[in-house]
């Protein structure tokens, strides 16, 4: 260190040396020259401060969270830089006043007190500042006055070894000691935690994050947690514990940045794509290439979706990635150590504190290197967070502007997978991706050290990457197919199972279960056999990056040793290389995963992409134009409709006008088109040419009633302000005042999902309500009356619909089938395929004599068909006496004391939120899992896994005695004995752990399928009254986000807690092996492990719990909204469900941010202990280095520096394995709950031949839908003749669906019974029964699939049979105009058909049974009144040997009946031949008289 010896030289002392190795480094006594001391060591932390200046100022400009005030400890630091600043300043004063006294200094001595007078300067500056910006703890100035303390503590203990400082008077001592006591109390001041600033969020959130009051020790050391970790030590954590979200990591801010990101770029690389095309269309005529251009789906949709991440997400990434790239130059700094460290203990004349030297160097740089690392690890998994925010958001907008046709293209289950599967796997992608490029830089630095110890026969090892690198990149490539493969058969079983429970109800009342059981027990058959050849593949590429430890070491140590007898192996060059391989084998292994979670990312990426990238609808396209005339509030001219810009049009040159305050009546036949030109005016259609104007706001009441799983009073209010006097207007109107009073607890009765609990009727008069509630300008109704019975039918017409009612000065566009009310309709609009027809008013279109009187004629032939309700008047609905309580809904409630929740302002909830389990997973859950797997299995995993442990310490001590072999004339003996059974143990541990590892996949996908199975065997067995009450998120939760955790996440996270279990014995064996002495430190270290484990676990298994509960009402609500889009777009309310949907997910998020806290705080905190094992290793190997072999200390240090990595992720891998074993609870959850009936008996009573007649008898049977409440059926005495043909009437709640629902044991007797054909029913197997008795439910439903798996879901019928089955239901030239005629593919509930058209193919489906019994569930109220005939006429000549059972609103529907059966408050009122009851003048009578048929 010649070179600075002018900084050190004076006119007194002209030798004075910078550096002296003798002094400092070759004695038993080190210390630094004097010159060195008031140079460098003064300067480090100054300049260290002046290079972070400019970035961390720029860093507070942007940032400011608001000023602090001055508080005690501002006070404090300001007087104490004050101080320093003095101290400073008096120093160079002195300095330059012994100048004036002739006192010789050198230059080094004269330049350190100015640059501590502007270091000061700069301090005090940045004090100030961040006080102004609102920093509460200083990282900045806490690592600054730390390099100060650490700059002075060494002058000031080597004066005070010496007492008085050579040529140093009393000035400088004393000041120099003044110094170091300020310094001290500085560096102790900026540990302390200033106020919350002032005009800060922060400050008046009730629950703020801990983290933005947190020191900066406790940010990087992540103690700032510890709080929430010991409440939940303490007792069980609630929602209201956690803490909210900061704004950085809110829904509102981040989906603002993406979504604006993502339209960006889409909106760049559609220009690109265009200016792309234009140059082609321009250079070349040639179709091909044109074509070439314009379809690139793939790549052209992810890129702006991954640019778009990359503007919001990159900064933090790139910062995060800096701090990983700091802590390898530690990690690699270590085994530089280790090797001085090993070289000390072979040198017997090393003095002593070189040994604690580097021990305490090896500590220091591991927790440097922990901190930098888990603070990247934290930054990943924030923006794993904020990236699932991200994505839901998007997703959720994308849902509320798909166009139709998008609608069809998708479906409930891809979508959730979307937010859930794919979105996971993004996240992976942030903490993995840095391995790609990372790890190869790892394992270059590696054969550098490497070339360093063994010459150029470490690159021998090379040979091993050329075999593995590509045979890896060959096993990625294969498991990316079969992921591809295995993500379809997900897709697939997603949505067929979303199917299953979206239709439960349908799947019953046919006994369908085992049917849709198989086909989905199929598709996951094939999606497991999919994930274990991809995971079988995923063992052996595990296994070679493992193995890659070994065949390096042993291609090199062989290659070396062999190469030249005089090359030997010492413990150096032995076990400084163990420790570079595993450093390598870490960069090795951590590869497969990155490139897998590239791989994955890439097809969710791409899958994502293309969803965001689907057909959206035009929101120009209906607007409020220019009108030529100010009374008319609808206009349509020249107007061509297409579902899609691919599809042809269905609504074909429209010119429409409907004049302000009017109402005008759209009639036609099933499948005309009056549905598409609703659609068409809430523009859900393309729009390929004319005009479209609508002025002002619109209410839309569509034919399939949407209702949200929330309160009576919050679905028809529907986010407006309550205004108490209208509501109960438009509630009295709709005649739903009667309902409300039966409810259990009035408006605030919760309905269930989809209106589950609730009738038809009902779904519909709320959907009315709702709309007649927002006092819009427009009301485009779709056919409302068709769900309500004559009666009530009348009732809303006259008080809501009609020139009378509430909308009487409203635009009214009503879509109905029902012909009397017409002359009461201010225009009419025939509509026949796809045009209109006709157009005018009642009597008009009458005279006429042309389209619209043939459609009159065909509906009724009767002379009372142009009778109106003139004379006829508002009725009065019927009184609460007759109006029961709708048993339907009653059943589905349990009063709030047995269900033990909380009510508020009488609500009572219908559906029960995911029960929560408090503390860690049980141990009875471990056994079902394992059990499920088989006990054998796992018992030959554990001898595969000590087996291949015992190989792995075998070959570790054989090494070590290999090292210590001595030499004689410069060689070793024995070395190619060594080398063989090196070779041979290594082989050994290959075998086993391929075994191991191979086994516990397969044991996981065996427990998966077997848990998948039970699952949907358990919920298919529930009963009703379950799904009822039951949101469907929850069921879709468990068969995707749970069962994917069982699939893949446990199998995974038990191979990993097994492996590090042994890996961790093998340790502690080996480090008490070399130094006994050890288990004193081992034992309570270890002991701190436990409690650390304990405290971790019991918490992060509660957040997981809460995490998993608030995610289930993110998938309900994302379902909720793809089904009711469409309203939620005509009511313009958007961003209402926009602000709920980000609530849902910030809820989620304030469980999912703790936890990725909590796996800091153990990940930090354990490997500080394991670094702590680490020290104790080196300092005992230190202490007994005379009674140690090198070799036994090189594999005991070598050991221990893997102990870190080790019992963290050990640990972790516990936890993760205790957080995701909940996934198995919450699958088996629905095992202890009640199932309903078997499904088949063995039973003497069901012989061949049952169920000839079809007769049926009640004998005095009830029925109740749960225990505690009243009767819906009450002693109902009956008898129903075989091949008779009754229908059933009654008011809404009279018991008439009931009937049904008894007969078919949907809900079971609460007395008496139903006799058929002499057998009681309650003795039969369900399926037995119900495979005897064909239903037509009043909600059409079909499924996703061909037209011909919905008419014949048991495939059981011949095509011949089918195409007859058509025919009869009037559906065979509309099947025949299919573009795959039966094969043609119907959309999830079959959304791309009519209603009219699905309910068609459901009487063909009840053909196609040839049930004895058929009922009809107001089977035809969603057609035309001639298609109602048609299919009557068809049932007559069909079904005539069979009874059927007709429950109808339309009385002229029940006029051809046998006997007709009257319903009165779930009881008998009259039963009898249909002219009987009309001559009797009772209830049937005044239905009649109601319906104009009297």
Known sequence: MSGG?????????????????????????????????????????????????????????????????????????????????????????????????????????????????????????????ERLKGVQSSGVLLVFWLLFFLSSIIPFSSKIQHAVGFREGSFHRVSSYVRFTLVVLELILCCFVDHPPFFSKVGNDANPCPEAGASFVSKITFW??????????????????????????????????????????????????????????????????????LLQPEHSKSKPLLKAFWDVFGTSFLLGTLGLVLGDVFLFLIPKTLSLFLDFITDPEAPYWKGYFYATLMFLLACLETLLEQQYMYMCLVLGVRL???????????????????????????????????????????????????????????????????????????????????????????????????????DSRAKLTSAILRDIRILKLHGWEYNFMDKALGVRTQELQALKASQFLFSVSLVSFHSSTFLIAFIMFAVYTLADEGNTLDVQKAFVSLTLINILNRAHSFLPFSINAVVQAKVSLNRLAAFLCLEELDQTETGSGSLDCMQDCVMVRQGTFSWS???????????????????????????????????????????????????????????????????????????????????????????????????????RTEIGEKGINISGGQKQRLSLARAVYKKASIYLLDDPLSAVDSQVGQHIFEQVIGPNGLLKNKTRVLVTNTIHILPKVDNIILVMNGTIFEKGSYHELVQRQWAFADFLRSHDTDEKEDQDLQGTGSIEIVSKGHMTCHRKLGGSYKSSEKRGCKTTDGAEFTTEGEKQQTGRAKTSVYLTYLRVAGSFLWAYILLLFICQQ??????????????????????????????????????????????????????????????????????????????????????????????????????????????????????????????????????????????????????SCQLKRLEAASRSPIYSHISETFQGSTVIRAYKDQQRFILQNDLKVDKNHRASFPAVVADRWLATNTEFLGNGIVLFAALLAVVNKSHLSPGIVGFSVSCALQITGVLNWMVRSLAETDNNIVSVERVTDYSMTPKEAPWTLDNHLLHENWLNEGEIEFKGYSLRYRPGLELALENINLKINGREKVGIAGRTGAGKSSLAMGLLRLVEAAAGEIVIDG??????????LRSKVAIIPQDPVLFSGSLKTNLDPLDVCSEEEIWTALELTLLKSFVLDLPDQLAYECSEGGENLSVGQRQLICLARALLRKAKILVLDEATAAVDLETDLQIQATIRTQFRECTVLTIAHRVNTLLDCDRVLVMKSGQVAEFDAPETLIAQKGLFYRMAEESGLI
């Open 224 to 293: 700032w947690f510890a709080g929430l970790l010991w409440k939940g030590y303490r007792q069980p954590l609630q929602a209201e514990d956690l803490w909210s979200l900061a704004r950085e990591n809110s829904s509102e801010d981040i989906v603002t940045k993406i979504e604006d990101a993502w339209h960006e770029h889409c909106a760049r690389a559609k220009q690109t794509a265009d200016s792309a095309k234009f140059k082609r269309e321009c250079g070349s005529n040639e179709n091909a290439e044109e074509t070439k251009i």
């Open 1319 to 1328: 057998t009681n029913i309650a003795l039969l197997g369900l399926h037995d």
């Open 388 to 490: 699932k925010t991200a994505v839901t958001g998007l997703v959720y907008r994308k849902i509320l502007t798909m166009s139709d046709a998008a609608k069809k293209a998708t479906t409930e289950g891809e979508i959730v997978n979307l937010v859930s599967v794919d979105v996971q796997k993004l996240t992976d992608l942030i903490t993995y991706f840095n391995g790609t490029w990372l790890a190869p830089i790892r394992i270059i630095i590696c054969f550098v050290f490497l070339w360093q110890l063994l010459g150029p026969y470490a690159l021998t090892a090379i040979a091993v990457f050329l075999f593995l690198l590509p045979l890896n990149f060959a096993i990625s490539k294969k498991r990316s197919q079969f992921q591809e493969a295995q993500m379809k058969y997900k």
């Open 645 to 747: 810009r691919e599809s042809p049009p269905c609504l074909k040159r429209i010119n429409l006008a409907i004049p302000r305050g009017s109402l005008c009546a759209v009639v036609g036949q099933v499948g005309a088109g009056k549905s598409s030109l609703l659609s068409a005016l809430l523009g859900e259609l393309h729009k390929r040419e004319g005009t479209l104007a609508m002025k002002g706001t619109v209410a839309f009441v569509p034919q399939k009633p949407w209702i949200q799983n929330m309160s009576v009073e919050d679905n028809i209010i529907f986010g407006q302000k309550m205004d108490r006097k209208w509501y109960n207007r438009v509630v009295k109107a709709c005649a739903l005042e009667p309902d409300l009073e039966s409810f259990p607890a009035g408006s």
């Open 950 to 1099: 015992a190989a792995s310490f075998c070959q570790g001590y054989w090494l070590s005695l290999w090292a210590n072999d001595p030499i004689y004339n410069g060689t070793q003996q024995h070395t190619e004995l060594r080398i063989s059974v090196y070779f041979f143990l290594g082989f050994a541990q290959a075998i086993g752990k391929f075994g191991s590892i191979a086994s516990v996949f397969l044991a996981g996908t065996v427990a998966s399928h077997e848990l998948f199975r039970r699952l949907l065997h358990d919920v298919l067995r529930l009963p009703m009254s379950f799904f009822e009450r039951t949101p469907s998120g929850d069921l879709l939760n468990r068969f995707s986000k749970e069962m994917d955790a069982i699939d893949s996440i446990i199998p995974d996270k038990l191979k990993s807690l097994l492996g590090f279990l042994f890996i961790l014995l093998e340790i502690y064996v080996v480090i008490v092996m070399a130094t006994p002495i050890a288990v004193v430190a081992i034992v309570p270290l270890t002991a701190l492990y436990a409690v650390f484990q304990s405290f971790f676990v019991t918490t």
């Open 5 to 129: 010896s002018w900084l050190c030289s004076s006119k007194e002392d002209q030798f004075a040396e910078l550096w002296d190795w003798n002094q400092t480094w070759h004695t038993a006594t080190p210390s630094f020259t004097s010159c060195f001391e008031s140079t460098v060591l003064i300067w480090i932390p100054c300049v260290y401060l002046w290079v972070s200046f400019p970035v961390y100022y720029l860093y507070l400009r942007k940032n400011c969270r608001g000023y602090i005030r001055m508080s005690a400890i501002f006070k404090a630091k300001m007087a104490l830089g004050f101080a320093l600043l003095s101290l400073s300043l008096s120093t160079a004063f002195y300095i330059l006043w012994e100048a004036t006294q002739g006192i010789p200094r050198a230059p080094g001595f004269i330049i350190a007190p100015p640059l501590q007078v502007v270091t000061m300067v700069l301090v005090v500056f940045l004090t100030q500042m």
